[in-house]
RNA sequence: GGCCCCAUCGUCUAGCCCGGCCUAGGACACCAGGUUUUCAUCCUGGCGACAGGGGUUCGAAUCCCCUUGGGGUCACCA
């Protein structure tokens, strides 16, 4: 088994938006393909025709793409088991489940839901645990026959065989199952319709996976997977379960507790890197000392046996500030490139301007490339470079501060008839720097009490970048403006 | 509830497999100080954990058992 080519495979549902959990399964097989040279296979699990769409699935590759996990076999790029869209497999499937039952693994059931429901209620009543009872499991061939051709439906269910079931977890060790524990699962429904833990094992054996990394939800399926394989004489793959990515409130991660989609953290301006770093994190380390670190280190390093066992807590604040350290070490350039779409999208500048300003967008990015933890939050940082200048608007507790403080209004005044001599001059932002500290040094003042309302005058905000780059970004003009203006509502 | 999995600072983790080097390391968060025109960055320091109990051993965070706690799962969903 172990000779076996190795072969990996990250098969999402499209029933919905990519979890950060499942980008993180991806991330791991990926990883482990690339690491030792295996195949990393993508397929589409979409036997629930009822809630898989085109839109999700389309959603679901452009994100893994956008992660940079490029898969060598998938439902677009095609391969040597294509194809790799379940619903477009149904026929293979019926054919293995005609196999199982001719081979006795698999029996037909004709017991109705409404029977099963009631079996259920009955069982729940007495404390026992919900299983089927197993009534369909010797009827006489003939009997089977006869009803199937008389109309009955029937659901194809799988021979649970009797002793126990262990396989080697890489995550977490032996486990051990007790087959008595394990129901006579549904194979096919009554539609002929294949069944999740069916399909899987299908098409895992047609397509010669050989190692099943995934999340631990799945861990209580392994056996009726395990069972199926020895039914089918195949060799069973190595397994690996990742552990739960969980909320806040310690319960796997929901939309309760947080954003749950790749989707969600990509919209909030995270940079791609941070993410895949991120998710690393959730359960696996470097070297217990490396927090910041790409995919390729990722690559040489990662080993299945390294995961951690229990579940991750998904810790936000970490979250962001890797997100911050990845933005701080990027060039100017590239931050700038990606602020530039939030900047669109909230209204700030149109692309047209964008380009044709650009040269002054990546001083506004210089100013704050460093106080930024995700690209989505530029915008609402510098918003005040486009406000009027009659109608800055002043953050309240900035406000109130300055006004506390007595002296704004005619400091300010005098500043600016200081300021515009300057200007007019062309002075440089580090000149200006130079003479203000003079000017308040002759003055017998202290630095925050002329630069805090200046600031406030200038930007409305209390913190920010320095106060003569953020003159030059306004211009002469707006600037003078702004301090007038600031005088003015201050007095 | 049955079954399965898990258990180191508030959080993510290193150490555990191959007991001693652990007065348990790193990071986030938090607190204090420094730098700065402010905020942020950056630097320094602090707070803070082996769930509990039994074993085994000269010696246990590391091995075994029990308890407790947490999680997952019990569909003609995946």
New binding site residues.
Partial sequence: MSDRPLRLRFAP?P?GRLHVGGARTALFNWAYARRHGGTFVLRI?D??AE?STPEHERAILEGLRWLGLEWDEGPDTGGPYAPYRQSERIERHRELARALLAAGHAYRCF???ER?DVL?AEQASR?E???YDRRCAELPRDEVERRLAGGE?A?LRFRVPPGETRFVDHV??E????NA?V?DW?ML???ESP???FVVVCDDVDMRISHVFRG??????TPKQVLLYRAFERPIPEFGHL??M?GAD???LSKRTGDTALEDYREKGYPREAILNFLC?????L???T?VFSTDDLVANFDIA?V??????F?L??FR?LA?EYI?ADSLERVAERCAPFVVAAGLMDEAELRERWNWFLEVVRGEK??IRTYAELPERIAYLFAGDEEVPYHPEAEERVRRQGTAAPLLREYAGWLRGELAAGATPAAL?EGTRAWVKERGLK??EL?QPL?LALTGQ???????ETIALLGAERALRRIEGGAGRLA
């Avoid at 486990?175 to 007790?178: A, C």
């Avoid at 994190?281 to 380390?285: E, K």
């Avoid at 951690?308 to 807590?313: E, L, Q, S, V, W």
């Fill in positions: 549902s029933t699990e036997t629930d809630r017991c109705t839901p099963l259920r404390g645990k919900p299983a439906r659901v977490r060790g486990v051990v199952f007790q524990e129901d549904v429904r009554a539609d069944t999740y833990n631990e939800e799945h861990l209580v399926n552990p739960l969980l310690g319960k796997k994190l959730q359960g696996w380390a070297d217990g000392s927090e390294d951690t066992k229990g579940g991750a807590i810790d604040d970490k500030w911050g701080r460093e106080r720097a630095s925050p630069f600031r209390s913190g920010g970048p320095d106060l003569f």
